[in-house]
C-alpha cells in the first residue's frame, strides 16, 4: 500500500504545483473534497442510525462506498486530497459515538483501503468514468467494487478489531459481519451516487415535465408497494406480497435509466432496514444477527440482477442512439425494410434525396413497388435471397431509377440485422455516378492514347499492309500469265494460291490487331500469355523500329508466363513503352542503339515484362514523378502515355516502375500476378 500511495501522492504534487492547474479547475476539486467531508460524515452517521439493537449490528456502513464513489468521480491525483479531507469527518464521526483513538485510525485505513482497491481495479480496467451503462463496466464494478474490496479490506478490519480487544465475536464472525455490511453498501450507494454525479444533464427527456410526472408516480408506487411489503407484513404473511416492489423496479430500469434503478434499489434498502430496524417487515422475526444477514442477501440479491438489466437496456439504448444518427447523417442512402416482405420501415434523408421521394410516399411500401432497381424480375430477389441466408452483401453494382425515370450507377451492400425480435434489412446505397464518369473519362484518355500510338505507326502499319497487298498483286498478275500458256502448270498455280492466302491472312492479322487497338470498348480479362502478347507488339512495331534504326531483340523466357488481363490494354502498355524507348534513342549514334524486351517469371508469384534502351536515360530528380499526370521529359509530349500505362498495371493488381541502367539507358518493367485458374474459378 506503502508504493501505492505514494503513486497517488506524486501525481495529486505534481498536478497541482504552480501553474500546473487551471483555477477553475482547482476551486472544483476543493470544492470536491468538501462534498466528500460532508458526504463522509452524513454517511457515517447514517450507519450509526441503521444498526440493530441492543447489539450495535451495522447493516451496512455507508462512508466506505461513498469514499469509493468520491475516488470514482474525481482524478486519479486528486484522491490524496480526498482522503484527507475525508479523515476530519472519520474522526468527527466517530468520536461522537465514542469509539477508541486507536480503532478510530484502524477504522479510517480499513475504510480507506476498500476503496483504493475498488477504485484503483476499476479505473486501471475502464478508461474513463465509470459509468453504468454497460454490461462490461457494470461487471467490472460489481466484481472490485462490491465484492473484491470489501473482500479484502473485511480481513484488515477484522484484524483490527481482534488487535485492539475492542468488540464481540470471534475473527471469523466479524469479517462476515463486515463483508456483507460492505458489499452491500458497495452495491447499493456507489451506482446511485456515480450515476447521479457523473452525468448531471441525464437525458432530454427526463427534462420532460411529463418524465418528472412519470417518475413522481413510479416513485409514490414504489414507496407504497415498499411500505407493505417491508414494513406492513409480517413474517407469517402472503410471500407473494413480499414481491410487490418489483414491477417498480422493472418500471425504472425500463423507463427512467440507471440513475432512476439504482435511487429505486437505495430507497429499497433504506426502507427495508429502516423497518427491521424497529420491529417491523418480514425480517424482524429472527436475532439482530440473524435479520442482519436476512436483510443483507436479499437487498444484494436484488441488486446485482437489476444493475445487470438496466446497463443491458442502456446499452441497447446507446447503440440504438448510436445507429440512429450514423443512419441520419451518413453520406450514404440507407434503407431498412421487412426481410419477410420487404416493407419499408424507414430511410435517411439521403436516399430521399437521391431517389427524389417524399418519406410518406416509400414507408410501407417496397422498393420494387417503386420499381427502384432495375433489373429482371427473376433477378429481383436477389439481395433477399443471400440475406435470408444471412450472407452479406457487399458492393454489387447495379443501378436504381429515380422517382422521374431517371437511371443512377450505384453500388449495393446489404446487411440483415434484427430490430426489436423483427429480421431486417439494412441496404447502402452509394451513387457512383461522379466515379463511373470518371471512368468513362479514363476510357477516353486510354482510347485517345492508344488511337495517338497508332498515328505515330501510320507509316509502319501502312509499310506493313503494303508488302502483303503487293504480293498478292504480284503473284496475282503471275497466275494470270501462266492461265494464258496452252496447258496452266496446275502445281505452280496452287503454290500461287497458298502465297496469296497467306499474304492476304497477313495483312488481315495486321488490320485485325490495328482495329483492336482502336475500338473503344471495356475492360476484357481473360487468361493470355505474355509471351505471346509481347510478340503481337513486337511484330507491330518491327517495321517503325528498323525505320528508326533500331535494333530490336526479344529475350523470352521458357517458363509459363500466363496472366489473367485484357489484352488490349497490356498491349497498349507494351507499345508505348517500345515506342518511348525509341524516342529516348533518337539523339544516340545508331550503332549504339539498342533495344531489348524480355519476360521473366519472378517467384513463381508474377510474370515481369520490361523494356531496355540504350539512351540518355531518366534524370534521377524526374525519376519519382515519371508516372505522374501531365508530367513528361519529352519536349512536345503530353504526360498521359506513362499515366494510362500505371492506371491500366493497377487496374489489374500489378506495378509499374523504372529505373536507369548502370550502362546507360533506362528500364521500365511492370509485373502482372500469374494467373491462377482454381482461384478464378472459385
Not at 460492505?182 to 432530454?204: D, E, K, S, Y
Not at 429499497?268 to 424482524?284: K, M, Q, V, Y
Not at 517458363?559 to 518511348?580: G, I, P, Y
Not at 531489348?596 to 508469384?605: C, E, K, L, Y
Request: some cysteine; proline content about 5%.
Amino acid at each position: 500500500m506503502a508504493s501505492v500511495a505514494s503513486k497517488f501522492l506524486w501525481a495529486g504534487h505534481s498536478a497541482v504545483g504552480a501553474e500546473a492547474r487551471p483555477p477553475v479547475l482547482q476551486r472544483r476539486t476543493v470544492f470536491a473534497a468538501l462534498l466528500a467531508c460532508v458526504g463522509y460524515y452524513v454517511g457515517s452517521q447514517i450507519g450509526f442510525a441503521l444498526t440493530f439493537r441492543p447489539h450495535p449490528v451495522s447493516v451496512l456502513w455507508p462512508p466506505n462506498s461513498i469514499l469509493l464513489a468520491v475516488l470514482l468521480l474525481t482524478p486519479v491525483r486528486a484522491w490524496w486530497l480526498m482522503l484527507l479531507a475525508a479523515f476530519p469527518a472519520h474522526v468527527v464521526a466517530q468520536v461522537q459515538s465514542h469509539i477508541p483513538t486507536p480503532m478510530i485510525l484502524c477504522y479510517f485505513i480499513s475504510n480507506s483501503c476498500e476503496a483504493l482497491i475498488g477504485a484503483g481495479c476499476i479505473r486501471y480496467l475502464i478508461a474513463g468514468q465509470i459509468r453504468f451503462d454497460s454490461l462490461r463496466s457494470t461487471a467490472i464494478f460489481c466484481f472490485f467494487g462490491g465484492l473484491v474490496g470489501p473482500f479484502l479490506s473485511s480481513f484488515l478490519d477484522a484484524g483490527f478489531v481482534q488487535l485492539n480487544h475492542w468488540g464481540a465475536g470471534s475473527y471469523w464472525e466479524i469479517w462476515r459481519i463486515r463483508l456483507f455490511s460492505n458489499i452491500l453498501t458497495a452495491l447499493t450507494f456507489v451506482p446511485a451516487i456515480v450515476t447521479w454525479f457523473a452525468n448531471r444533464q441525464g437525458r432530454a427527456k427526463y427534462r420532460k415535465r411529463s418524465a418528472y410526472l412519470e417518475a413522481a408516480l413510479l416513485f409514490a408506487g414504489l414507496a407504497a408497494a415498499s411500505y407493505v411489503s417491508l414494513y406492513k407484513q409480517a413474517a407469517s404473511a402472503d410471500p407473494a406480497l413480499f414481491y410487490a416492489p418489483l414491477p417498480f423496479l422493472l418500471w425504472a430500469a425500463l423507463r427512467l435509466g440507471s440513475r432512476g434503478t439504482t435511487t429505486a434499489i437505495l430507497l429499497i434498502t433504506f426502507l427495508a432496514i429502516w423497518s427491521t430496524a424497529h420491529g417491523h417487515g418480514p425480517f424482524a422475526a429472527d436475532s439482530p444477527e440473524e435479520n442482519a444477514r436476512s436483510i443483507q442477501l436479499f437487498l444484494v440479491v436484488m441488486a446485482i440482477p437489476f444493475l445487470f438489466l438496466v446497463a443491458g437496456i442502456e446499452e441497447r439504448q446507446t447503440a440504438e442512439e448510436r445507429f440512429t444518427k450514423a443512419f441520419r447523417a451518413s453520406p450514404d442512402a440507407i434503407s431498412i425494410s421487412r426481410l419477410s416482405d420487404g416493407i419499408l420501415l424507414d430511410v435517411n434523408e439521403h436516399w430521399l434525396q437521391m431517389l427524389g421521394y417524399q418519406r410518406d410516399e416509400v414507408i410501407g411500401r417496397t422498393v420494387f413497388d417503386l420499381n427502384i432497381y432495375h433489373q429482371s424480375p427473376e433477378d429481383r430477389p436477389f439481395l433477399i435471397a443471400q440475406i435470408a441466408q444471412d450472407e452479406s452483401v457487399r458492393d454489387v453494382e447495379s443501378s436504381i431509377r429515380t422517382k422521374e425515370g431517371n437511371m443512377r450507377p450505384v453500388l449495393l451492400s446489404a446487411e440483415r440485422v434484427d430490430l426489436s425480435g423483427d429480421p431486417c434489412t439494412i441496404i447502402i446505397t452509394r451513387d457512383i455516378t461522379d466515379r463511373k464518369q470518371a471512368e468513362e473519362a479514363t476510357r477516353n484518355l486510354a482510347h485517345a492514347s492508344r488511337l495517338a500510338v497508332v498515328g505515330e505507326l501510320t507509316a509502319s502499319i501502312a509499310h506493313e499492309i503494303n508488302q502483303p497487298l503487293g504480293a498478292i498483286l504480284s503473284n496475282a498478275d503471275a497466275a494470270e500469265l501462266l492461265l494464258e500458256s496452252d496447258s496452266p502448270p496446275l502445281d505452280e498455280l496452287r503454290t500461287i494460291l497458298t502465297d496469296i492466302r497467306n499474304d492476304d491472312m497477313r495483312a488481315s492479322e495486321t488490320i485485325r490487331h490495328i482495329r483492336m487497338l482502336t475500338r473503344k470498348r471495356e475492360m476484357q480479362l481473360e487468361p493470355l500469355e505474355m509471351n505471346e502478347v509481347a510478340f503481337e507488339v513486337v511484330r507491330l512495331v518491327a517495321t517503325e523500329a528498323r525505320r528508326r534504326q533500331v535494333p530490336l531483340r526479344m529475350e523470352f523466357t521458357d517458363a509459363a508466363t500466363q496472366v489473367f488481363a485484357d489484352r488490349v490494354h497490356v498491349q497498349q502498355v507494351l507499345m508505348n513503352l517500345l515506342l518511348n524507348a525509341m524516342d529516348a534513342m533518337a539523339d544516340t549514334p545508331a550503332a549504339e542503339r539498342r533495344l531489348f524486351i524480355r519476360t521473366n517469371v519472378n517467384g513463381g508469384d508474377t510474370v515481369e515484362t520490361s523494356v531496355t534502351d540504350s539512351g540518355r536515360g531518366i534524370p534521377p530528380e524526374k525519376l519519382p514523378r515519371l508516372f505522374e499526370s501531365f508530367f513528361t521529359t519529352k519536349e512536345n509530349g503530353m504526360g498521359l502515355g506513362l499515366a494510362i500505362a500505371r492506371s491500366i498495371i493497377d487496374a489489374h493488381h500489378g506495378r509499374i516502375f523504372a529505373e536507369n541502367n548502370p550502362e546507360g539507358g533506362a528500364t521500365f518493367r511492370f509485373d502482372l500476378p500469374i494467373h491462377n485458374p482454381e482461384v478464378v474459378s472459385t
